[in-house]
């Protein structure tokens, strides 16, 4: 069975500049939620899909956004892209409509780096 | 909001010493915690997941225990190995979304 997957694995950009990242979760998974990662903030919560619907949605700015298609494939975009963006992006997938309460399983991660 | 703390920061020990990570939070009403680990530069893998009703939970050489009331769990990994060394991190669910701890960076020495 293939794992979550995340594409593409590596991305660097320049400020000002806008970029979407993308997860494919395990088949028949319907929850999708995404996580930044840096060595100064760890892991902090983007935001949760299910079934196409953002279910809950943490404190980034607006310039974070995300969306879930009709096959649970998600995409995160960031728009006007700052230097503070440089992380480890994360994308997680569970069979749960809460996936803050069932196991979550992970992608590699997409690393993004803007210069 | 939740915090979540894991101390120490980095840990090392020779193969075959039994680990000890600990976990503390500040909010009690919780959903579950669960544990994960994470190799460098990959995604996290789940190692266990305890609901708020549990004290326990058990898989192979790993147990973690969770005090709902102290805000601590502890996450017992018996007789490590070099395969063991990698990043762990506990989580908590609660308010909808899962809060992480920073990690304990773990080295096992041959």
């Known amino acids: 069975k293939a794992g979550v997957t995340q594409t593409p694995r590596y991305l660097i950009k320049t400020r000002g500049q806008q970029v979407t990242l993308s997860c494919s979760p395990i088949?028949?998974?319907?929850?999708v939620s995404w996580y930044q990662q840096t060595p100064g903030q760890g892991l902090q919560f983007l935001f949760e899909?299910?079934?196409?619907?953002?279910?809950n949605k943490g404190n980034f700015p607006g310039r974070f956004s995300g969306r879930q298609f009709s096959n649970s494939r998600s995409e995160m975009n960031v728009s006007t892209l700052e230097l503070g963006d440089s992380a480890l992006y994360l994308c997680?997938?569970?069979?749960?409509?809460?996936?803050?309460?069932?196991?979550?399983?992970f992608g590699n991660g997409t690393r993004l780096t803007v210069t | 909001k939740q915090e979540v703390t894991q101390i120490p920061a980095a840990l090392s020990v020779p193969e075959g010493e039994n680990l000890v990570l600990n976990c503390s939070f500040t909010?009690?009403?919780?959903?579950?915690l669960q544990w994960f680990r994470q190799d460098p530069g990959k995604g996290l893998t789940s190692l266990l997941l305890?609901?708020?009703?549990?004290r326990e939970q058990t898989s192979g050489r790993l147990n973690a225990s969770l005090d709902k009331s102290s805000g601590r769990s502890t996450l017992y990994i018996a007789a490590s190995q070099p395969g063991d060394s990698a990043t762990y991190l506990c989580?908590?669910?609660?308010?909808?979304?899962?809060?992480f701890g920073a990690g304990t960076t773990v080295t096992v020495r041959a």
């Open positions: 997680a997938s569970s069979r749960e409509v809460s996936s803050y309460n069932s196991p979550l399983h």
């Open positions: 088949s028949g998974h319907r929850s």
């Open positions: 899909y299910f079934s196409e619907t953002q279910r």
């Open positions: 909010d009690s009403a919780i959903y579950n």
């Open positions: 305890i609901q708020s009703s549990q």
């Open positions: 989580a908590v669910g609660n308010d909808y979304k899962l809060s």
